[in-house]
């Protein structure tokens, strides 16, 4: 019985011995799944909607970093590509010239969003280049900021909601990938 509980004990102390020098990966560092989502989203500025937006997606469950990252442009895309279904739905009936100039200018912005900042954003991620990836993103709230001002004195615009969102998404996304570009996570 001896020799039993002298061997278990020899036993435990090798196995803590191999966990203590097995080198521990940036990714186990930072968690997986729903703990990876809150760990990343406590570094942007907007946790909520981060957490919100990366867990609705099934993906997240066991995305690293970069998959991340990846969830956050496509909502991104899908948030912007619908704000700018809605700028052009309202410019159909705005009867108001200052509202349509305003909505003209939203929309301008919001083709170069679509068309130009999320796709250099998501091309960055893929190819794990994330400079270009955080230009892409913070354009991308530039661009819905800019939107946001040609609505000057009205504070709850026609797309308000939704612009706030694409900006804040915008920032979440940029946050994301210069926080791992710092890591060198990609």
Same mark, same amino acid.
């Given at each position: ?7 278990? @004990? ?16 940036? @990714?186990? @560092?930072?968690?997986?799944? /729903? ?18 937006? @990366? ?10 970093? /970069? ?72 354009? /991308? /709230? ?45």
């Amino acid at each position: 019985m001896n020799n039993t509980i002298s061997f278990a @004990l020899l036993h435990l102390a090798f196995c803590f011995t191999l966990v203590s020098f097995t080198p521990i990966s940036a @990714l186990e @560092l930072h968690g997986t799944g /729903a703990n990876m989502v809150e760990t990343t989203c406590q570094k942007t500025p907007f946790y909520n909607l981060c957490v919100s937006a @990366l867990k609705s997606d099934p993906r997240s469950s066991g995305a690293d970093v /970069a998959g991340l990252a990846e969830i956050g442009t496509d909502k991104l895309k899908a948030k912007a590509t619908a704000t700018l279904r809605q700028i052009t739905a309202l410019l159909k009936v705005a009867k108001d010239p200052k509202l349509k100039m305003a909505l003209r200018d939203c929309a301008d912005y919001y083709n170069a969003i679509v068309k130009y900042d999320i796709p250099v954003a998501v091309e960055a991620v893929t190819k794990g280049d994330p400079k270009f990836g955080v230009e892409g993103a913070t354009d /991308a /709230a530039n661009e819905a900021d800019a939107c946001g001002r040609g609505f000057k004195n009205q504070p709850k615009f026609p797309i308000y909601a939704s612009n706030k969102v694409v900006h804040d998404l915008s920032a979440v996304v940029a946050s994301i990938v210069h926080y791992y570009e710092d890591d060198e996570m990609f």
